[in-house]
């Protein structure tokens, strides 16, 4: 080699070398100087002697779900190999299904809180860190695992669930808020049995008619047994129920009238079963999908509506008049339901009561939940 390129080569060496320092230097201070792989930007944080501490999990765990147990020891053996700290863990109860928990372990100084159980459980941890930006990890032990399906996270591994909860990304998806602001008379319950100034939040879809009804009906033992096909067995008990009448409005326009078996109003919309219920619904869009559904013609247009939504989970669109069961969509940020008589409201599976009015609305970017990918 020429000895004018010499001092090329040592110059491309060294710094090579120094560059390869800095890379290394970074990733010990992105990691908290921990060995655990994976860990999200910014979850190392100083503790008071001023060394850094990897990420701390808040666990909020729904004590009835069969695999509760499982996933407690798996949490705390990945946190153990990872070399993070011992994770915080919240058991919810019937007076507390999870927003109390959640509030305490932000309180502790959780970096996550995750959700351990099923949809009820996953919606009260949201109410409680929604707005906070603090994110929200998801470990599905439930029957339908409605955000975590759309969220494409995993459904039967509690090692992989913790994975994404350690190692995945952060993103800011949109919430519903449903109320109801009218409740059907009923003379055994105080104010008809809810309180007309509560608002439920909503990840997946809130819903009126004949969904909610089904909801309402489902047998909790049954649903343990067989999972969500409970519902559908629950639904099949008022197929040949009445169509309600409906006004509904969207915005500021104005107020459309309709006979319906259902109103749905979906932050996103795919199902149990591998049904896609809104097609177009995305979680951060900003906006909600709502869905007007109808049948005539007894089973008849039953089977014609279950084939219009697994077409359009497909992609395929029938739009000619004259169907006997048809699913119409539209999109809106606030939809009002006013039903003549009540129908029962429901908001990602846990039931309401019976609602005259019911109020939805949403909340951009309002909840950080811990994925896989960034969309």
């Known amino acids: ?60 765990i729904n004590p009835s779900k069969e695999g509760a147990a499982d996933v ?13 700290p011992s994770p915080l863990f919240y058991e919810t109860t019937v007076d507390d299904p999870g927003t109390g ?3 305490r372990a932000l309180a502790a100084g959780a970096d996550v809180v995750v959700a351990a159980g099923g949809d009820g459980t996953v919606r009260a941890v949201a109410e409680a860190l929604a707005g906070t930006g603090r994110p929200m990890g998801l470990i599905p032990v439930g029957t339908g695992n409605l955000l975590a399906r759309n ?7 509690v090692a992989d ?19 109801v602001t009218e409740f059907a008379a009923d003379p055994e319950l105080p104010d008809g049995g809810g309180d007309p100034h509560q608002a439920h939040i909503f990840l997946v879809i809130a819903g009126l008619g004949f969904d909610a009804a089904m909801v309402a009906d ?34 500021d326009g104005e107020a459309v009238e309709a006979r319906l078996r259902s109103v749905m109003v979906g932050n996103c919309g795919r199902l149990p079963g591998g049904i896609t219920l809104l097609p177009d619904a995305v979680i951060d869009d900003g906006e909600l999908d709502v869905a007007a559904i109808d049948t005539r013609g007894g089973l008849a247009g039953w089977a014609q509506l279950f084939g219009e939504v697994v077409a359009q989970g497909l992609g395929v669109r029938n739009d000619l008049p004259g169907k006997i069961g048809r699913i119409d969509h539209t999109r809106a940020r606030r ?9 029962q409201a429901q908001v990602d599976g846990d039931p309401l009561g019976s609602a ?7 909340e951009p970017g309002a909840l950080v939940v811990r994925t896989g990918l960034v969309a």
């Open 101 to 103: 928990q959640a509030r």
């Open 151 to 157: 969220l494409d996270l995993p459904l039967t591994s």
């Open 1 to 60: 080699m020429p000895d004018e390129y010499a001092w090329v080569v040592a110059l491309v060496f060294v710094l090579a070398v120094a560059l390869g320092a800095l890379a290394a230097a970074l990733v010990l201070w992105r990691r908290g100087r921990t060995e655990g792989p994976g860990l999200a930007d910014g979850d190392a944080h100083a503790t008071q002697d001023g060394e850094a501490r990897g990420l701390l999990l808040a666990v909020v």
């Open 356 to 362: 005259v009015e019911l109020e939805t609305w949403v």
């Open 335 to 343: 939809a009002v339901i006013r039903v003549d008589g009540g129908e």
């Open 218 to 251: 489902t047998d909790d033992h049954l649903k343990a047994k067989v999972g969500w096909v409970a519902y559908f067995l629950a639904g099949a008990r008022h197929l040949h129920g009445r169509r309600m009448r409906a006004t509904i409005r969207l915005d």
């Open 72 to 84: 407690r020891d798996g949490v705390e053996r990945v946190c153990a190999e990872a070399a993070l």
């Open 161 to 179: 669930a913790v994975a994404v909860v350690l190692g995945g990304q952060d993103r800011a998806i949109d919430v519903g808020r449903a109320r």
